[in-house]
């Protein structure tokens, strides 16, 4: 026998019954983004391999261990997209958007990444990403996190997620503040893990995300990149949580909140769920001022973040926005005169209301079969046609939701009874 096929590992199926909530949650965050006026770019999923390793770093978990990355047939070292920041920025410097002053753009697909699949990790994941270019100060980073917290407030999930907030600073003032940070570790040098040390030399930052609970002590005690900004980081800071302050959008300043990725400065912030253990940053960000020239287009000042869909759809379990829209109509049809003439009303009814949701029974079989799949249907009403009703030119009505007589009707009864009963 021929061994079953199975998806990739970390790469999941979205079946039919998780569609609806998929649809929902985008819906809603589509929605709080054209109000804001955010505009969508649709990227290819595929880019050559130097953008991420020019964009995110070298010395990053992605680029030294997750990328999905292969030659293509013209020999080109080509990579899935682990993250969506870089070939946005790609695509609006070979477009030129840069031109046009401010842009705010959102992106929503899946990424590839090659970790270890866990609950919340996954090598195949999704992400909503939104970047702004052009505009610098503090006031567009707030933008950002209160169109993050009207999403939570209309998910229903505001109380779940807190908001960690940190400043990276400038670059002058993390080179000052990494070789204090290399010093202290070096003096424990014996009681750091092996990425830890690994990192010590490479990208010393990266030890403060370090997941390893054994350790958080010496995290703790190290020195804090906040007390190393100068004026103007720390005015930029200072302008955000005002904002934030003034709106009541509550935060956590966490002094070890560094972002995985080597293009921040200034802002970052994550929002956090204690639900979903290991993998709790539910969507994360942060400005990235650099990246822009670094990429080769003319220096732009850039803010942006992720949302990973996955971690967002776990802590809507049993929410009701899991819930498909019920059809209106099952159409039941014995007979082959039935056939023909309920197809045709079918249509008729589909053509005049567009906001009709009817199932047209295929396939034949007896009514009571046909009634069963109706009912599993969810419909509110079964439409019921044989040869008799046919023949008559009419339709029989029966209510499947509550109880109530089953009524025949004519075909202009039928759009009566739907214009001024069903879609009102
Ligand atoms: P983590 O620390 O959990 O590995 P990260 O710093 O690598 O996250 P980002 O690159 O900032 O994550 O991606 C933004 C968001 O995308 C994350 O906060 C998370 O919600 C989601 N995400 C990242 N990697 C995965 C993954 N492998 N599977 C599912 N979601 C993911
Ligand atoms: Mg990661």
């Given at each position: ?7 990739v590992?970390?790469?999941?199926d ?5 569609t ?20 969508e770019i ?6 050559k ?39 946005c ?54 933008e ?124 970052v ?36 973040f ?35 003439a ?40 079964a ?42």
């Amino acid at each position: 026998m021929s061994q079953k096929l199975q998806a990739v590992r970390g790469m999941h199926d979205i079946l039919p019954d998780e569609t609806p909530l998929w649809r929902n949650v985008e819906m809603i965050l589509v929605q709080e983004l054209d109000r804001a006026g955010f505009d969508e770019i649709r990227l290819p999923i595929v880019e050559k391999t130097e953008l991420f390793k020019r964009s995110i770093g070298e010395v990053t978990d992605i680029v030294e261990k997750e990328m999905y990355t292969f030659q293509d047939k013209s020999g080109d070292s080509l990579t899935l997209r682990p993250e969506g920041t870089a070939g946005c920025v790609r695509a609006c410097i070979e477009h030129g958007l840069l031109r046009t002053g401010q842009l705010r753009l959102w992106y929503l697909g899946p990424m590839f990444r090659h970790e270890r699949p866990q609950k919340g990790r996954y090598r195949q994941f999704h992400q909503l990403g939104v970047e702004v270019f052009g505009t610098s100060g503090p006031d567009i980073d707030a933008e950002l996190i209160f169109l993050n917290a009207r999403w939570w407030q209309r998910l229903g999930i505001a109380d779940k997620v807190e908001l960690q907030i940190n400043s990276l600073g400038t670059l002058d003032e993390r080179r000052a503040y990494r070789d204090d940070l290399v010093a202290y570790f070096s003096t424990y040098e014996d009681a750091l893990d092996a990425d830890s040390r690994r990192r010590l030399h490479t990208n010393p930052l990266r030890i403060l995300d370090s997941k390893n609970p054994e350790m958080q002590g010496l995290i703790e005690g190290a020195p804090k990149l906040l007390d190393y900004l100068g004026e103007s980081s720390r005015a930029h800071f200072r302008g955000f949580t005002d904002l934030l302050d003034a709106v009541g959008v509550s935060y956590v300043v966490n002094p070890r909140l560094v972002r995985g990725l080597d293009y921040y400065g200034l802002t970052v912030f994550e929002w956090v769920t204690s639900e979903l253990g290991a993998q709790g940053t539910v969507c994360a960000g942060g400005r990235y001022d650099t990246l822009v020239e670094q990429l080769g287009g003319r220096p732009t000042p850039a803010v942006g973040f992720a949302l990973g869909m996955e971690r967002l759809l776990a802590l809507l379990e049993g929410s009701q926005l899991a819930r498909k829209e019920a059809p209106h109509f099952y159409l039941v049809r014995v007979g082959a005169a039935a056939e023909r003439a309920s197809t045709v009303l079918a249509e008729t009814l589909r053509r005049r209301f567009p906001g009709l949701r009817l199932i047209v029974h295929c396939g034949g079989g007896s009514f009571k079969s046909q009634f069963k799949k109706a009912d599993k249907s969810g419909a509110r009403y079964a439409l019921i046609v044989g040869d008799e009703e046919a023949a008559a030119g009419k339709v029989a009505l029966k209510p499947l939701r509550e109880t109530g007589e089953q009524r025949i009707l004519t075909q202009t009864e039928l759009i009566e009874f739907i214009e001024n009963r069903l879609l009102v």
